[in-house]
């Protein structure tokens, strides 16, 4: 899609909620690793500027995306939250890069379009930065974002 944009995946987390001892983005979905879907839309949007922060089970995650092309990987080495993991990812963003976007490595449906129409709306409103959001009848489970009446976070 654009040259100057970067895409970061998160990739480190346990996956506790899982119950298993392999790593979330290493689950199978229709027998192929979830990051593998994401790595594949990323290069969509970014093409080889797509940076995978890893953590646990980083060697296997590293063998299992290794194929799908060349990648930045930031290690992770303590699970921090989502935050340190987009700080351990700042170093390998290309200098040249001006937008990044930060994806989950365990949503394999994120469709490229879905991002590109995130990110032209980002660039025409001249945003600092924008967030996508799905609304849910039962949320339960999931994280919150919180909206102003001016629909503003």
């Known amino acids: 899609m654009h040259t100057k944009i970067a895409v970061v995946i998160l990739a480190a987390g346990l996956g506790t909620r899982m119950k298993s001892n392999k790593a979330k983005v290493l689950h199978a979905v229709c027998g192929k690793p979830m990051v ?23 060697d296997e995650v590293r063998r299992t995306v290794s194929p799908q092309g060349t990648f930045y990987f930031a ?4 699970q921090l939250g989502t935050g340190h993991a987009v700080m351990c990812a700042l170093p390998h963003i290309p200098d040249f890069c001006r937008e990044v ?20 709306s980002h660039l025409a409103k ?10 849910l009848a039962n949320p339960t489970g999931y994280g919150r974002i919180m909206l102003h009446v001016n629909g503003r976070v």
């Open 36 to 58: 593998s879907y994401v790595v594949e839309t990323a290069q969509k949007v970014a093409g080889s500027n797509v940076i995978l922060v890893v953590g646990h089970q980083a």
């Open 75 to 78: 290690l992770q080495t303590e």
């Open 101 to 120: 976007v930060i994806l989950c490595g365990d949503v394999p449906l994120i469709q490229a379009h879905t991002i590109e129409a995130l990110i032209g």
């Open 126 to 135: 001249k945003r600092d930065v924008s967030v996508l959001a799905v609304e």
